[in-house]
């Protein structure tokens, strides 16, 4: 096994210095190929990927995390990346059942018109997300 892993290993990492020369991995193919994104990843993002994933961003939690305040930077940012280079935008968490804290408190009604207030916001703000 252990003859195996070296050049296994380097097989691999030939191929991610390829990728990253040649341009994303799914380019021109029918394919997606996408990873979680975050500010700290916009550097060479695109090189690799052609499907943007806001991470936490794109939690309801983190856009909203006080009744009423909605915090769309860092969504807003992962989408625009998105748009700007023609990748496909995927929530990664539309719902959550821990994210807000404050929708615990509320009852059902309340929070079914919550989610719902929620999901009309998603889809105004990023209306070609998927």
Request: charge should be positive.
């Amino acid at each position: 096994m252990l003859k195996l892993r070296y050049p296994l290993t380097l097989v691999l990492l030939l191929g991610a210095c390829a990728s990253a020369v040649a341009g994303p991995i799914a380019a021109g193919k029918q394919r997606v190929l996408g990873s979680a994104y975050s500010p700290q990843q916009a550097q060479g993002f695109t090189n690799y990927w052609n499907a943007d994933v806001p991470e936490n961003a794109g939690k309801w939690g983190s856009v909203e995390a006080v009744r009423g305040q909605m915090n769309w930077g860092p969504l807003d940012e992962a989408y625009q990346l998105a748009k700007r280079n023609h990748m496909q935008f995927q929530f990664h968490c539309g719902l959550w059942a821990q994210q807000p804290t404050w929708v615990r408190n509320l009852p059902p009604n309340e929070q079914l018109a919550a989610i719902e207030h929620w999901f009309a916001a998603i889809a105004q703000r990023s209306p070609t997300s998927t």
